[in-house]
Nanobody, 122 residues
Framework: QVQLVESGGGSAQAGESLRLSCTAS????????MGWLRQAPGKEREFVSG????????WYQDSVKGRFTISRDNAKNTVYLQMNSLKPEDTAVYYC???????????????WGQGTQVIVSS
């Protein structure tokens, strides 16, 4: 099992920034990919960004490209999502998730954090 704990959510004005963190523990070696996904009220959960624990590959949803940056600190088993130029449509519960090797741009992840709320007001 892999345990994931998110932090860093909160409220921001449009144009401001927030940084989310996700620390993994447990059998982290079985998770090849870490992802951030989000779910807005009344909408389905969607993929936001992903990163491999090993390698330089990152993935982003088109709507966040150029505004969000995913990164990792392997020594700390922590993944970050730096969110700049926030928009009201970024308002959602953000989930950290981990998965075994395979498709990254998906909502089918194997392990999930509890979620952290991000609210962006105009």
């Amino acid at each position: 099992q892999v345990q994931l704990v998110e932090s860093g959510g909160g409220s921001a004005q449009a144009g401001e920034s927030l940084r989310l963190s996700c620390t993994a523990s447990g059998r982290t070696f079985i998770s090849a990919v870490m992802g951030w996904l989000r779910q807005a009220p009344g909408k389905e959960r969607e993929f936001v960004s992903g990163i491999e624990w090993i390698g330089n590959n990152t993935w982003y949803q088109d709507s966040v490209k150029g505004r969000f940056t995913i990164s990792r600190d392997n020594a700390k088993n922590t993944v970050y999502l730096q969110m700049n130029s926030l928009k009201p449509e970024d308002t959602a519960v953000y989930y950290c998730a981990a998965k075994k090797p395979g498709l990254v741009v998906t909502t089918s992840y194997d392990y999930w954090g509890q979620g952290t709320q991000v609210i962006v007001s105009s």
